[in-house]
T-cell receptor, first 117, second 112 residues
Framework: GAVVSQHPSWVICKSGTSVKIECRSL??????MFWYRQFPKQSLMLMAT?????????EQGVEKDKFLINHASLTLSTLTVTSAHPEDSSFYIC?????????????FGPGTRLTVL | QKEVEQDPGPLSVPEGAIVSLNCTYS??????FMWYRQYSRKGPELLMY????GNKEDGRFTAQVDKSSKYISLFIRDSQPSDSATYLC????????????FGDGTTLTVKP
């Protein structure tokens, strides 16, 4: 149980294009989803927290207009990197939590590696 | 000072060794304590989950929480090369809006 998937697993795009990453909870309803980015050999950096049906809460320093997050259903959240640039190249990981049944545990997706040329 | 400090490593041990991974924290509101394992280029995988103080054992893994000292540990017995990964501790306060605070991770290599 508690499986989270991400799609795509890797993506290469040209500078200036937008990229959408999907995060799905496959066997539970995720009341909350989190988006992280991780640079090589560094720790997870929380970008934003999204609750189903409401606007995402962004961490300080994260541009909300650049990283658009939508959590339209209890099993799906999307992260869109708009007008991507090479400095946005990173490993993006989502996690999901069902507060009712899982309390404060988070289950992570496998990650999406984004390379912007 | 960070809320969660994790021994940075890297840690290299021979196969079969007992491994001890540790984190300290400063926020007394933390009630939930987790250990995640992350293989290279993969998402973190939840290994152990403990509520409040005490010990929890699962196979070769034992998680310990000492809230009085604000110190948590993960022990791995009979370590295997497949245990080679980065281990992250994480903690959450007991609130509905609680988000986890992660340590920076300790990279473990178990040599055959």
């Amino acid at each position: 149980g508690a499986v989270v998937s991400q799609h795509p697993s890797w993506v290469i795009c040209k500078s200036g294009t937008s990229v959408k990453i999907e995060c799905r909870s496959l066997d539970f309803q995720a009341t909350t989803m989190f988006w992280y980015r991780q640079f090589p050999k560094q720790s997870l950096m929380l970008m934003a927290t999204s609750n189903e049906g409401s606007k995402a809460t962004y961490e300080q320093g994260v541009e909300k207009d650049k990283f658009l997050i939508n959590h339209a259903s209890l099993t799906l959240s999307t992260l869109t990197v708009t007008s991507a640039h090479p400095e946005d190249s990173s490993f993006y990981i989502c996690s999901a939590r069902d507060l009712e049944t899982q309390r404060n545990m988070q289950y992570f997706g496998p990650g999406t590696r984004l390379t912007v040329l | 000072q960070k809320e969660v400090e994790q021994d940075p490593g890297p840690l290299s041990v021979p196969e079969g060794a007992i491994v001890s991974l540790n984190c300290t924290y400063s926020n007394s509101a933390f009630q939930y304590f987790m250990w995640y394992r992350q293989y290279s280029r993969k998402g973190p995988e939840l290994l152990m989950y403990t509520y409040s103080s005490g010990n929890k054992e699962d196979g070769r893994f034992t998680a310990q929480v000492d809230k009085s000292s604000k110190y948590i540990s993960l022990f791995i017995r009979d370590s295997q090369p497949s245990d080679s990964a980065t281990y992250l501790c994480a903690m959450t306060p007991d609130t509905n809006a609680g988000k986890s605070t992660f340590g920076d991770g300790t990279t473990l290599t178990v040599k055959p």
